[in-house]
């Protein structure tokens, strides 16, 4: 123990850069819970689906819920120790909460449409999916270099960069099936949940990205260099084994192409939100699913509204006679 070591109190007083308020400000308007939402009355559209459509769909889930789990058990409390600022510390604070929120998410999800064996071959899957397992291992062999309490800067960017990687680029090959089946008017209401998931993710790419782009500006031009080409032989790796996943969860529902155009979109928005150009050439992404939305229930971009046609009313008030009683109003009036 450290008898020396002098702790201070969150001063909010002062803003410790010019974003981290406005940061803080907008996760609060997105919060939402699970509970919120009413993924019931999806029940007949999970029917309608193929037998193939109903196991791509799970496993789309299965394997985000994985990625999500790391991120809020390993990735987001292992970063607030290495980041300065205790303002910035308290923005990735709540959004591990958030992180533990998804993950949750995706069992309401499933326990809507599937039953209690189909939920556990689904997790059984996910912890031995081959693609699944070496994405989830290769970015927490990153995290897991902030074990060490003294972590050089160069360790601290690159497990950020990783937490960007995830949140920007690897979460959105699941993603892309809840979106794209809305777009075609199927499981709109448990893709309601999908759309806040996408919007909180938006949020913590650009805010990550920004903390790790701080750290990357500090080195000299030779140390940018050689972590550049390290961060860019780190998503090459992850990349090819996405293109491998998506074959396997999408090949039966020929989807294939269209999710890797979105992960190659997707991989580009990682780039940028760590400070670099685009490395990948994209054509034509599906707009419903580049948008993740459904014009007719709900938004979605960086500051999306937070109410949706299918959020299940939190507080009931109930009206009596005397709710009426327009006489007795009056006279209290007069």
Known sequence: MNKNKQFHAVNWNTPENDYVEMFWEQNL?????????????????????????????????????????????????????????????????????????HAKSYSTIFTTVATTSEIDEIFEWASNNEQLQFKAKTIDAN???????????????????????LETFLFYSGFFLPLW??????MVASCDIIKKIVADESIHGVFVGLLAQEIFNKF??????????????????????ELKYTDHVYSDVGLTGEVKEYIRYNGN????????????????VNPIVLNGLNVETTQHDFFSKKSTNYEKTLEVVHLHDDDFNLEKELKMEI
């Open 29 to 101: 308007k997105q919060f939402w819970i699970d509970t919120e939402y009413i993924p019931s009355k999806d029940i007949d559209s999970w029917k309608s689906l193929s037998p193939e459509m109903k196991e791509a769909y799970k496993k789309a889930l299965g394997g985000l819920t994985l990625l999500d789990t790391i991120q809020s058990h390993t990735g987001m409390p292992k970063a607030i120790d290495h980041i300065d600022g205790l303002q910035n510390k308290s923005v990735l604070s709540y959004m591990c909460m958030m992180e533990s929120i």
């Open 143 to 165: 995290y897991r270099k902030l074990d060490n309490e003294n972590a050089p800067p160069e360790d601290v960017y690159m497990a950020l960069a990783s937490s960007v990687m």
């Open 181 to 186: 089946l809305c777009g075609q008017g199927q």
């Open 220 to 241: 000299d031009a030779k140390k940018k260099n050689k972590i550049k080409d390290n961060l860019f032989k780190l998503m090459d790796v992850l990349y090819e084994n």
């Open 269 to 284: 928005k990682a780039l940028m939100n760590l400070g670099f150009e685009p490395r990948f050439e994209v054509g034509e």
